[in-house]
């Protein structure tokens, strides 16, 4: 693949192949489509004859040597409210534009898959879930091991009260949960979620969940302190990014039985966690539930959000869209 003496621009797509096809109706009159795995050599070879770079997957790291060897590159786009994974700075020094979906309302507002995962999370750790799964694949039927709880009657702690924050305390109040919400930024404040400060949320709630969008200012914003001043047995749900947490915290946590359990869809250095405390710790303790950054990953969202993501990049490239 050649983008310099190619006559149309290229897109290269890593992502799910369930969007493939969208995209391809969304951009392929204007560009070239093409797409690769996410994998890391992969990835850096379709660069170097990319014009615009559109990732759905988060799979693979997009260091500046991969970047300065993207001499055609003009636009990335990512398809999630998070680009961590991307090295803004090297695209900064070439004035490559770098989207995201955070801001992008218009199109998040009615995309619910990760808010849903997040109340998945939550209730496997109210009731034992993986526990009690694993107990009966290997043979067992006792009950009395697996006590649940009952979640009308508890109390949800939302950090960040956003768009996944508001869907979780829709769902909280239907199961009859008093919802507490902090978050500083919030714009607008869900009807029957009592508006209150980090250390009251934190020592109040049953439940924690952490809905808050990474920045190079909050790294490590839910810290030792935080977890420290969680309500003893309570549930601990992150399905934003590992890096605002202090997982080793939380690993202490866990293991001392301060926090009763966790369902976490995000760690720090992902997806390369073969090693990561964390996971071992799950291996041989079902009280932390762990996903693969699976959140925003409902075949139908997925298209939504590359047929948006492209249609900025042809904006930006003047080929219609809009950017």
């Known amino acids: ?15 799910p192949v369930e969007a493939h096809e969208a995209l391809r109706e969304t951009a392929g009159g204007a560009m070239d489509v093409v797409r690769v795995e996410p994998e890391p050599a992969a990835v850096s070879e379709a660069l170097r004859g990319a014009t615009a770079f559109l990732d759905a997957s988060m799979k693979v790291r997009v260091g500046a040597p991969m970047v300065d060897a993207a001499p055609h590159l003009k636009v990335v786009a990512v398809a999630a409210t998070g680009a961590d994974h991307i090295d803004a700075e090297a695209l900064g020094r070439r004035g490559i534009p770098l989207y995201t979906l955070r801001g992008q309302t218009e199109v998040l507002r009615n995309l619910t898959p990760a808010a849903e995962l997040s109340w998945l999370l939550l209730m496997a750790c109210a009731r034992q879930l993986r526990g009690a799964v694993e107990h ?8 009395a091991s697996f006590p649940g709880i009952m979640l009308r009657g508890t109390t949800l702690g939302v950090v960040g009260v956003g768009r996944i924050g508001t869907w979780m305390t829709r769902y909280a109040t239907a199961f009859g949960m008093t919802c507490l919400g902090y978050d500083p930024h919030a714009a607008s404040w869900p009807d029957g979620v009592e508006r209150t400060s980090l250390e009251d949320l934190l020592a109040r709630a049953d439940f924690v969940g952490l809905h808050v969008p990474l920045t190079k200012e909050n790294a490590g914003f839910f810290d030792r302190a935080c977890f420290e001043r969680m309500k003893p047995g309570a549930v601990f749900v992150n399905t934003s990014r590992g890096d605002l947490t202090d997982e080793q915290a939380l690993l202490d946590g866990l293991r ?66 809009a950017a």
């Open 256 to 321: 001392s039985g301060r926090i009763a359990a966790a369902g976490l869809d995000v760690l720090k250095g992902e997806p390369d966690v073969a090693d990561h405390p964390l996971r071992q710790y799950a291996l041989t303790h079902p009280n932390l539930i762990i996903t693969p950054h699976i959140g925003g990953f409902s075949p139908g969202a997925v298209r939504v959000v590359v047929r948006h993501s492209a249609r900025r990049i042809l904006g930006q490239l003047g080929l219609g869209g």
């Open 1 to 15: 693949m050649s983008g310099g003496g190619a006559a149309r621009p290229v897109l290269v797509y890593s992502g």
């Open 136 to 143: 009966v694949i290997d043979g067992g039927w006792d009950r």
